[in-house]
């Protein structure tokens, strides 16, 4: 999607206007500009920056920190995490299954760091919430759209 400055920065102030403008909320915000457009261009940081009155370097700052924001090719990302409980519990074949499955279908599967359900292993994060006890079963359903998990 192809946005001048001004639409960009209307669009971004449409998607934040029930968030309240405030620091804590920097990271929601972040989310909802990413969930749109799958990536966070300096464009849209500044917007995200004026939309919230906090400081370009701020937000930049913490969209740079995240690696869950990292998404160059601007496909929806879904992230397995692969960390030591995960592991145990099969992630990396979930994340071999989902990186053929998602070849076409203009979805990135990724590795990402922990995410923080190890009681719930193998766990995935669909870019909305976190799929506890993934399969790879779910993961194509994901994929597909079949789900919103």
């Not at 972040?30 to 370097?57: G, K, N």
Request: proline letters at 6%; hydrophobic letters at 40%.
């Amino acid at each position: 999607m192809d946005l001048d400055k001004a639409a960009l920065s209307r669009r971004v102030q449409e998607l934040l206007s029930d968030i309240p403008r405030e620091r804590q909320q920097l990271l929601p915000a972040l989310w909802r500009v990413f969930e749109e457009y799958w990536h966070l261009s300096p464009e849209m940081i500044d917007a995200i920056a004026q939309t919230l009155d906090i400081p370009y370097a701020d937000v930049y700052g913490v969209a740079s920190f995240y690696a869950l924001f990292a998404n160059p090719d601007n496909k929806k990302p879904i992230y397995i995490c692969t960390d030591v409980m995960c592991a145990l519990y099969g992630s990396e074949d979930l994340l071999k299954a989902g990186e053929d499955l998602a070849n076409d279908a203009g979805v990135r599967v990724k590795e990402a760091p922990c995410l923080g359900h190890c009681d719930g292993a193998p766990a995935l994060f669909d870019g909305r919430q976190t799929i506890r006890h993934a399969s790879p079963k779910v993961l194509a359903q994901i994929i597909r759209g079949e789900t919103d998990a």
